[in-house]
Every structure is written in C-alpha cells, then in structure tokens.
C-alpha cells in the first residue's frame, strides 16, 4: 500500500513513525515518575486522526466494503427511537435492531434496560399488548381482525398470547370491561 499511498498519507504516517523514542510500558521500579508531555500527546494524536481520515478515504475511494457508521445519539444510541419505531405487525428482531443502532446485541440489550427500563424484547412485547387491548377496548374491530392487524398468524394464536400476557382471552376481556363501563 506505501506505494500507491497518497503523499499525505505517507508522510503523516513517516512523521508519526518519528515522534519516538517510544517510552517503555513499564518503568524500572527506581525511575522517577515520567513526567507527560501533553502537547507531544495532543499533537500525536492529531496526527493519528489525520492519517486514519486520509487512510479511511483511501479505502473508500478503491471500493473497499469500509462505509463508516455515522455516531451515534450520545446517551442511549437511538435504542429508543428504535424500540418506539419498531412495526408491532412484524416480528421483534433483536439482532437486525443492534445492527442499525451500531451495537452488538448484548449492548444493544443493556442500552436499552438502561434507558426504557427493560429488555428490547419485553419492551416491544408490551407495545404489543397495550396495542391490543386499546384496539378490543375500543369494541369496533372483533378479535380476529385485531390479531391479524398485529400481526397474529391465526385468532387462536392471539388468543393464546392474550391469555398468556393479560390473564383472560380476547372474549373474556372485552366483556369483563364492557360490564364494569356499564356499571360505571
């Protein structure tokens, strides 16, 4: 590469080369401690930053597959908006989630108990049923037309999941609720 290598390239690269001598790792018990030079530091790591920009423009330029990732959101990464944007209809892919916030799937995991309190699993799993019971509270779809509007493969499906995840089936629940609004 040092051959078809921009001349900016290279001589940033000669020049970082001659900023030694490089200190050892480990000093001698007896030394005295080194004391920093922090402009040789700054300016050292100015120059990194400079070759790797040139470096990295390089490789784009040949074709290299190397496309930088833009940065993410300080904070949470866009792991919210993610979670938030996430289609209800399809199913919750955790890894095809990380991938487009930049982070492996257990950062993905821990970034997201941090800021929505839970896993991305159980976060969107709860979207889901909140879904669910504002659309069978609202009484003007049946059942099946709101399992098929979130995505559910069969009614019974989604009456197996509403008894898992809300105690009681479609059924039981709206007419529980719709007796107690007539109650009230």
């Given at each position: 590469?040092?051959?078809?290598?921009?001349?900016?390239?290279?001589?940033?690269?000669?020049?970082?080369?001659?900023?030694?001598?490089?200190?050892?790792?480990?000093?001698?018990?007896?030394?005295?401690?080194?004391?920093?030079?922090?402009?040789?530091?700054?300016?050292?790591?100015?120059?990194?930053?400079?070759?790797?920009?040139?470096?990295?423009?390089?490789?784009?330029?040949?074709?290299?597959?190397?496309?930088?990732?833009?940065?993410p959101?300080?904070?949470d990464?866009?792991?919210?908006?993610?979670?938030?944007?996430?289609d209800?209809?399809?199913?919750f892919?955790?890894?095809?989630?990380?991938?487009?916030?930049?982070?492996?799937?257990?950062?993905?995991n821990?970034?997201?108990?941090?800021?929505?309190?839970?896993?991305?699993?159980?976060?969107?799993?709860?979207?889901r049923?909140?879904?669910?019971?504002?659309?069978?509270?609202?009484?003007?779809?049946?059942?099946?037309?709101?399992?098929?509007?979130?995505?559910?493969?069969?009614?019974?499906?989604?009456?197996?999941?509403?008894?898992?995840?809300?105690?009681?089936?479609?059924?039981?629940?709206?007419?529980?609720?719709?007796?107690?609004?007539?109650t009230?």
């Open positions: 590469m040092a051959e078809t290598a921009a001349p900016a390239l290279t001589r940033r690269g000669r020049l970082l080369c001659r900023l030694g001598p490089w200190t050892e790792l480990e000093p001698e018990a007896d030394d005295p401690p080194a004391e920093t030079d922090w402009r040789g530091f700054c300016r050292v790591e100015a120059l990194f930053a400079e070759w790797l920009g040139d470096y990295l423009a390089q490789l784009s330029a040949r074709g290299h597959p190397f496309s930088p990732r833009p940065m959101e300080v904070g990464h866009g792991v919210r908006d993610r979670l938030l944007r996430h209800l209809v399809r199913p892919r955790g890894r095809e989630a990380a991938r487009e916030c930049g982070l492996s799937v257990a950062q993905f821990r970034v997201a108990v941090r800021t929505v309190g839970m896993t991305p699993k159980n976060f969107v799993e709860g979207r049923k909140a879904a669910a019971l504002d659309l069978l509270l609202r009484g003007d779809l049946q059942a099946k037309e709101v399992a098929f509007r979130l995505g559910f493969s069969s009614p019974q499906h989604f009456s197996r999941w509403m008894a898992r995840v809300a105690g009681k089936p479609p059924s039981r629940f709206r007419a529980e609720h719709a007796a107690a609004a007539r009230t």
